[in-house]
C-alpha cells in the first residue's frame, strides 16, 4: 500500500499519532501485542552463544534501547 514511504519516519509518524491521539483502548492492545512480539524475538535467542549477546547489546545500547540481556531477564518464558 505504501511501499513508496520510508518505513523510519513512517514509524515515528505513527509514533506521535498513537502518543497524541491514539484512544487508551486501542494502545493497552497494541502494547500487549508487542510484548508478545518481543518475547518471541527473545525466546530465538535462547541458542545465542555468549559474545553474540554482547554485540547485540551494544547496537542496542547504541540506539538508546533495552539490551537484549535486559530483555531476556523480562521476558524468558520458562
Known sequence: MFR???YAP????F???VE?????????????AL?????????NTQ???RERVSEIDRDLQK???YTLSF???HFTRD
Open 47 to 49: 541458542d545465542f552463544c
Open 71 to 73: 530483555l531476556r531477564e
Open 20 to 32: 497524541h491521539y491514539a484512544p487508551t483502548e486501542l494502545i493497552t492492545p497494541a502494547h500487549e
Open 10 to 13: 513512517l514509524k515515528r509518524s
Open 63 to 65: 540506539r538508546d534501547a
Open 35 to 43: 510484548d508478545v512480539v518481543i518475547a518471541d524475538f527473545v525466546q
Open 15 to 17: 509514533e506521535y499519532f
Open 4 to 6: 513508496d514511504l520510508d
